[in-house]
């Protein structure tokens, strides 16, 4: 069983930043991408950024050059640093982590967190 962890949301003015960090925990060998989506109340769950294992980024068009999606794989985390936040970044980010598992949990994994509140006010 593989565990994921989102931590660092909050309550930022226009303008300002916060940084998400994404944990995963568990028997893993390897997490292959890392994922950072977010929903917002009556919306879609809609996909913010992902990096693969190698490095590999995409983002969605409403955040590139304000946000960058990273990744320490000795710790099994990866971050996401919002920058120039806006009124319509507000929602809940979920981080999402794919890979494989160690040992006797060996195989693939596709697990989520549950997710941390960001509030950006106008």
């Known amino acids: 069983q593989v565990h994921v962890v989102e931590s660092g949301g909050g309550l930022v003015q226009a303008g300002g930043s916060l940084r998400l960090s994404c944990a995963a925990s568990g028997s893993i060998f390897g997490i292959n991408a890392v994922g950072w989506y977010r929903q917002a109340p009556g919306k879609q769950r809609e996909l913010v950024a992902q990096i693969t294992r190698g490095g590999s980024t995409n983002y969605a068009d409403s955040v590139k050059g304000r946000f960058t999606i990273s990744r320490d794989i000795a710790k099994n985390a990866a971050y996401l640093q919002m920058d120039s936040l806006k009124f319509e970044d507000t929602g809940v980010y979920y981080c999402?982590?794919?890979?494989?598992?160690?040992?006797?949990?060996?195989?693939?994994?596709?697990?989520w967190g549950q997710g941390t509140q960001v509030t950006v006010s106008s």
């Open positions: 999402n982590a794919k890979g494989l598992g160690l040992a006797s949990d060996y195989g693939p994994f596709d697990s």
